[in-house]
C-alpha cells in the first residue's frame, strides 16, 4: 500500500498570501495524484487531479506541482473562503486508493 | 447538474447489517465507475471500495473485504454498499463519489462529485 504523508499538518498563512502544501508518496505515483478541498460538515471537493489539471470551476489560484513521489499545491493570493482542510489522494497503485492525513490551512 | 444523494445511515449495533444507497442524477450514470469513500468522526477520509461503469470490476480495501459490498442498479441510477458484520471501526460518514474518467478513456481515477454523506454508527 502506498502511504501519502502531507506537511505540515497546519499552516497559518494570513489573507491574500500565498501557501504551499506539500505531498510525499511511499512510492511513485507517476503523475496519479489529486487534490480536494474540504471544509467543515462539508464533502470534499475535488481541486486538481493529474498532479496538475484544475477540476471544472476550480479557480486559477489553485495550482498543483510535481510527479513521481513530491507534490505540492499552491494556493496564491488566499481568499477567506481558502481556509480549509485540504487531502492529497493518489491513484497510480490501488487498491486501495490512498490519502494523506490532511493539512489544515487556517488564518494566520 | 451533477447531483449525488446518499441514505441508508443510522445507528446499528455491532455485527448487524446496513444498505446504504447513493442516488445519481445529472450524468449518465452507466457511462462512470463510482467510489464509497468514508470519514471516521475528526479523523481524515478513507477509500472503501469502487465499481467499474458495468458493475463487473469491483475493488475493496482490506478494511472492508469480505464484509462489505458494492453494486449499483443502472436501471435506477442507484449506487450500493451492503455492510455485513459491522463493527465499531465502522462508524464514519459515508460519501459515494462518482469517478473523474468514463468507461471510453479506460482509466480509473479521483472521485470528481461527492455526495453530502449519511453517517452510519455503529454502537451497543
Known amino acids: 500500500e502506498i502511504v501519502m504523508t502531507q506537511s505540515p499538518a497546519t499552516l497559518s498563512v494570513s489573507p491574500g498570501e500565498r501557501a504551499t502544501l506539500s505531498c510525499r508518496a511511499s512510492?511513485?505515483?507517476?503523475?496519479?495524484l489529486a487534490w480536494y478541498q474540504q471544509k467543515p460538515g462539508r464533502a470534499p471537493r475535488l481541486l486538481i487531479y493529474?498532479?496538475?489539471t484544475r477540476a471544472t470551476g476550480i479557480p486559477a489560484r489553485f495550482s498543483g506541482s510535481g510527479s513521481g513521489t513530491e507534490f505540492t499545491l499552491t494556493v496564491s493570493s488566499l481568499q477567506s473562503e481558502d481556509f480549509a482542510l485540504y487531502y492529497c489522494?493518489?491513484?497510480?497503485?490501488?487498491?486501495?486508493?490512498?490519502f494523506g492525513q490532511g493539512t489544515k490551512l487556517e488564518i494566520k | 447538474q451533477v447531483q449525488l444523494v446518499e441514505s441508508g445511515g443510522g445507528v446499528v449495533q455491532p455485527g448487524r447489517s446496513l444498505r446504504l444507497s447513493c442516488a445519481a442524477s445529472?450524468?449518465?450514470?452507466?457511462?462512470?465507475?463510482m467510489h464509497w469513500v468514508r470519514q471516521a468522526p475528526g479523523k481524515g477520509l478513507e477509500w472503501v471500495a469502487i465499481?467499474?461503469?458495468?458493475?463487473?470490476?469491483?475493488?475493496?480495501a482490506d478494511s472492508v473485504k469480505g464484509r462489505f459490498t458494492i453494486s449499483r442498479d443502472t436501471s435506477k441510477n442507484t449506487l450500493f454498499l451492503q455492510m455485513n458484520s459491522l463493527r465499531a471501526e465502522d462508524t464514519a460518514v459515508y460519501y459515494c463519489?462518482?469517478?473523474?474518467?468514463?468507461f471510453g478513456s479506460g482509466n480509473w481515477g479521483p472521485g470528481d462529485y461527492w455526495g453530502q454523506g449519511t453517517l452510519v454508527t455503529v454502537s451497543s
Open positions: 465499481i467499474s461503469y458495468d458493475g463487473s470490476d469491483k475493488y475493496y
Open positions: 512510492q511513485s505515483v507517476s503523475s496519479n
Open positions: 489522494q493518489q491513484y497510480n497503485n490501488w487498491p486501495p486508493y490512498t
Open positions: 445529472g450524468f449518465t450514470f452507466s457511462y462512470y465507475g
Open positions: 493529474g498532479a496538475s
Open positions: 463519489a462518482k469517478d473523474l474518467y468514463n
